[in-house]
């Protein structure tokens, strides 16, 4: 068996260091940690941090193309207002959702999934292959085995969403497979605790046969209700927490 090359080893450990970098000033930024203060110089966050030049600088890169960060003459590198933050970005949309819980974050993002999904699934039955749907059918069947204490209740969810995205045989809407697999986490979790019971079979089920039999109008209804009940939750929720 081969020594590993201490070179892989070392861009490895350079990578990961620059990962970690990243993940802690992102969660640091979205949480406000720096609201207060000016965002610390390259020099400063390597010994705050522990790390190389090279690995602070990469990771301040990266926070710029997620647009957290700017750099600009005489001012330096400073945090962005929010609204210029790419919220498609998972790793973004991570550290919001991980920041104190927001049902008005929540709302947002649902809003996004109940103009989106439908539309998933119109295609998926109009256009989608029998790849495709077998893929549903699967993703499904993972549901199916979660209820029975065999799978997981929130990754089999989440895999049957991702599912109709990309069974739409459209690559726009698979692209949002990642921003919606990374949101779900938080709603599912939200959801089910808040109905004291996991995501709803039937209402699932009604949207596989509707695909599956290629009536696109039922599957982009049934779909459209099914994230709609989301709403309806959260709106719930919302008028609770104001009480």
């Known amino acids: 068996m081969n020594a590993p090359d201490p070179k892989e080893i070392r861009t490895s450990l350079g990578r990961n260091l620059t990962y970690g970098l990243l993940d ?7 949480t406000g940690a720096f609201n207060d203060r000016p965002f610390p110089i390259e020099a400063e966050l390597a010994k705050q941090h522990g790390v190389s030049r090279s690995v602070t600088r990469e990771a301040v890169k990266m926070l710029t193309a997620k647009g957290l960060l700017s750099a600009r003459p005489r001012q330096g590198t400073i945090i962005t207002p929010q609204e210029a933050w790419n919220l498609f970005d998972t790793d973004v949309l991570r550290w919001l959702l991980e920041r104190k819980f927001s049902l008005s974050l929540l ?5 996004l999934r109940v103009n989106i999904e439908p539309g998933a699934a119109r295609l998926a039955a109009q256009a989608g292959s029998d790849e495709g749907h077998e ?3 699967r993703a499904f ?3 199916e085995a979660a209820e029975r204490g065999d ?18 045989g459209n690559p726009f809407y698979a692209q949002f497979r990642e921003v ?10 939200f959801t089910n605790r808040y109905r004291g019971s996991n995501a709803s079979l039937p209402a699932h089920k009604a949207v596989l046969d509707a695909i599956v039999a290629r009536d696109a109008e039922l599957a982009a209804t049934t779909m ?8 309806v939750l959260i709106q719930e929720a919302t008028a609770l927490s104001a009480e």
């Open 180 to 189: 919606v697999a990374t949101a779900l986490q938080t709603s599912i979790q």
């Open 24 to 30: 802690s000033l992102g969660k640091m930024i979205v």
């Open 141 to 143: 069947a993972r549901m």
């Open 107 to 111: 709302r947002q993002f649902t809003e």
């Open 224 to 231: 459209h209700g099914l994230i709609n009940d989301v709403l």
């Open 151 to 168: 799978d997981n209740a929130l990754w089999s969810d989440i895999a049957f969403h991702v599912s109709i995205l990309e069974a739409s």
């Open 135 to 137: 893929l549903i059918r």
